[in-house]
């Protein structure tokens, strides 16, 4: 079991950037797979970006280039920087965590590949 509680959400103009963080309580060692999701208004939500227990990297067309996930090596914490957002990134962004593999081997991960989430922290960019 992990407690997932993510931090660092904010107010920022276009172009600016802020670092979420997600800190993993419990049983984190094992964890294969974490991702970042998010959810604008009145829409559903979408994945982000996600990293596998070694570290390797993907992230949504929308996103790449200017988001860079990363975790520590105890997998305590997750992380998620977000430069020259724009005003499409206004969202809830939430981490997500699981002890399977599927999450991070298929081509696009699904949220029911994430058994354990975060509360959740937004993000608000204006123009």
């Known amino acids: 079991q992990v407690q997932l509680v993510e931090s660092g959400g904010g107010s920022v103009q276009a172009g600016g950037s802020l670092r979420l963080s997600c800190v993993a309580f419990g049983y984190s060692e094992s964890i294969s797979c974490w991702g970042w999701f998010r959810q604008a208004p009145g829409k559903e939500r979408e994945a982000v970006a996600r990293i596998n227990g070694v570290g390797r990297t993907t992230y949504a067309d929308s996103v790449t280039g200017r988001f860079t996930v990363s975790k520590d090596n105890a997998q305590t914490t997750l992380y998620l920087q977000m430069n020259s957002l724009k005003p499409e990134d206004t969202a809830m962004y939430y981490c997500?965590?699981?002890?399977?593999?599927?999450?991070?081997?298929?081509?696009?991960?699904?949220?029911?590949?994430?058994?354990?989430w975060g509360q959740g922290t937004q993000v608000t960019v204006s123009s």
């Open positions: 997500a965590a699981d002890y399977r593999w599927v999450g991070c081997s298929r081509s696009g991960p699904l949220e029911t590949d994430f058994n354990y």
